[in-house]
């Protein structure tokens, strides 16, 4: 499985929730704090729920889950919502409106899971790092599934090499050091604030000087310059 969060929809709900719901082969799954109806009704009703809070530029929220095509036909529904909410879970996407539809038109089975970012109470869903907390997710749920781990023909393919999670983690963790709430303020303290995160730190010197010409990390077996 892999996931997409999809950009901005700087327009509502309604034109998304015609695209995914408004077709032969698909299917709504589930739903939370809405009623079923046509896609102009579920529209009006997440609508109503992201414009709880107007400070909140772009409040719908879209992001496909895809499997691969070998499973195609062999995840029910109720799987197929289990593995949606797990991630939602995994997401911090709670205590808000959510319509998860499936799709079959393709190859491979995928989801589209639309929901607002403002919750029941009015309050901004936080989805800073949505990306790394996503990678995060898809790894954990592929295991606990069994899942097929691998890159799917399909516009909604992300990246999920270990590779990449570990670089995601790594720029995470000195963006943290730097910019967080106790910066750092020189080398030494960058190194014993990432030996904390798993993260070893060498530098290279200028001759046999201590002037420092470039750095490199490694982290779970991979090293980055």
């Known amino acids: 499985m892999v996931a997409k969060i999809i950009p901005n929809h700087a327009s509502g709900f309604a034109n998304i929730c015609a695209y995914t719901m408004d077709r032969e082969k698909a299917k709504i799954i589930h739903t939370e704090g809405i009623r079923l109806g046509s896609s102009q009704f579920i529209a009006e009703q997440l609508n109503m729920y992201a414009n709880s809070n107007n400070r909140v530029k772009y409040p719908v929220g879209h992001i496909v889950l895809s ?70 997710a898809v790894n954990e749920l592929n295991i606990k599934y069994g899942l097929k781990n691998e890159r799917i023909n399909s516009p909604f393919t992300d990246s999920k090499s270990k590779y990449y999670i570990a670089k995601k983690e790594l720029k995470y963790a000195i963006h943290n050091a730097i910019h967080g709430k106790s910066k750092v303020g020189n080398w030494n303290d960058l190194q014993k604030f990432l030996n904390l995160k798993g993260i070893h730190t060498e530098f290279k010197t200028k001759g046999n000087s201590n002037e420092i010409q470039g750095v490199s990390f490694s982290k779970d077996g991979f090293r980055f310059k």
């Open 67 to 136: 499997f691969s095509k070998e499973l195609n036909g062999k995840l029910s529904d109720n799987v197929q919502k289990f593995i949606a909410m797990d991630y939602l879970t995994k997401m911090d996407i709670k205590n808000t409106a959510i319509a998860i539809v499936a799709h079959s038109d393709k190859s491979h089975p995928h989801l589209h899971i639309l929901y607002s970012k403002n919750d029941f109470n009015g309050r901004k869903i936080n989805d800073s790092h949505s990306k790394l907390k996503s990678l995060k």
